[in-house]
């Protein structure tokens, strides 16, 4: 299984699997894939702590970086209007009392004191402040040998610093017309992403976008298949389709080494392919998560709206960090595609991969073998 992209990367399987847990990143890396970590979430000093732990437990295979720099959000231009408490100046008083009725409805309680002074973290938050930075970091590690952006092109600066270093650069798309302005930007490596995917997805189903891109950006730029792909037959179908590798995030999510909040677990594993909804309750950009109580009553019109991004980001991780701490399994959703369906059990990651990979030369000689000759 030698797609050009497998070459390029010195990889084993073109199974690439994003997860914000350095323990799988890791096992995928080692099990012959190529582990992508979602760095969002770290500060600077936190992330060089994970990619050293990464470097130290990979056996010198290769891994990637992923962060999600979206092209427009409040607070753009980072400085003063980027700080927490001048974006959590914008939230209207309306929304923090709907969240604190809807979670008092719930009975979750206030966080103690020494929690609520820690800053919540919220996707899209200081990005101009902190991702170059990140970058920084993640390019100072020889390992280290694809960035990929989860909300679009990332900006040009990023792609001169990761191309000088000899670094791909990888961006996340959900239309032709966005995969065309992504290689026009420099963009190596696109990732299409159906809208049956986990997190942040569009409107088009896998099964259409991933032919139109392959089409679109012609054959020289490799195209990862993204959005409702968990086993062998479903990567078969996206070779099948043009892609030159799949780009995986659910399976992760339930994978012995991840360190997914143990009610999540509960919900995902129990959870059917119709549980998940597209919705803007979480980051304020759509994205696809379980469904719950939150984003059930966000939906509700006679609720507010959410917010942009990162304001709406701001409002649910404070509320999150309430009700995770309680294991309330009501409002616990979680970023997760349609593949959650077939999620069904605790498995380690290495099984996964090499499950995946046997499915799929099982799958490729059954179809083998409706072209012979007799």
């Known amino acids: 299984m030698k797609p050009p992209i497998c ?21 995928v890396s080692r099990a012959g894939g190529f582990g992508v970590l979602g760095a969002l979430a770290f500060s600077p000093d936190q992330l060089e702590v994970e990619l050293a732990w990464i470097d130290e437990h990979v056996d010198g295979r290769p891994y990637g970086v992923d962060l999600a720099i ?22 209207p008083e309306a929304h923090w009392k709907f969240v604190d009725d809807l979670l008092a409805a719930h009975g979750i309680p206030e966080l103690p004191a020494d929690l609520e002074d820690k ?13 170059r930075a990140q970058i920084a970091t993640s390019l100072k590690h020889p390992l280290v040998k694809m960035f990929v952006n989860a ?3 990332p900006p040009a600066d990023i792609i001169d610093a990761c191309h000088d270093a000899g670094v ?23 990732v ?14 896998t099964m259409v976008l991933i032919p139109q891109v392959v089409d679109t950006v012609g054959p020289d730029v490799p195209v990862l298949a993204a959005g409702g792909i968990g086993g062998g037959r479903q990567m078969a179908a996206a070779l099948a389709l043009g892609a030159q590798g799949v780009w995986t995030g659910s399976i992760w999510l339930t994978v012995a080494e991840a360190d997914t909040h143990e009610t999540a677990v509960q919900n995902l594993i129990e959870a059917k392919s119709t549980d998940t909804v597209r919705s803007r309750a979480m980051t304020g950009k759509p994205a696809r998560q379980l469904r719950s109580a939150w984003t059930e009553a966000w939906e509700d019109p006679a609720n507010p709206d959410p917010l942009p991004m990162p ?8 509320a999150s960090r309430r ?52």
């Open 7 to 27: 070459e390029k990367l010195g990889i084993e399987f073109p199974i690439f699997a994003f997860s914000h847990c350095r323990d799988v990143v890791a096992a």
């Open 70 to 91: 979206p092209m427009n959000y409040l607070g753009k231009g980072g400085g003063d209007a980027a700080m927490p408490e001048n974006l959590e100046a914008l939230i």
């Open 119 to 131: 800053a919540a973290k919220a996707a899209g938050l200081n990005v101009d402040l902190e991702s």
């Open 151 to 153: 909300l679009g092109p």
């Open 168 to 190: 791909l650069v990888g961006a996340l798309c959900g239309s032709p017309r966005h995969a065309e302005k992504q290689v026009a930007a420099g963009v190596d490596v696109i």
């Open 192 to 205: 299409a992403q159906g809208t049956e995917a986990g997190g942040h997805c569009g409107e088009i189903s």
């Open 311 to 318: 304001l709406q980001g701001l409002i649910y991780n404070k």
């Open 323 to 374: 009700f995770t701490r309680t294991k309330n399994k009501e409002l616990n959703g979680w970023p997760v595609g349609q593949i959650v369906g077939a999620i069904d059990r605790v498995r380690p990651t290495q099984e996964v991969v090499l499950d995946m990979v046997e499915e799929w030369v099982e799958t490729t000689e059954r179809l083998g073998k409706l072209l012979s000759e007799d």
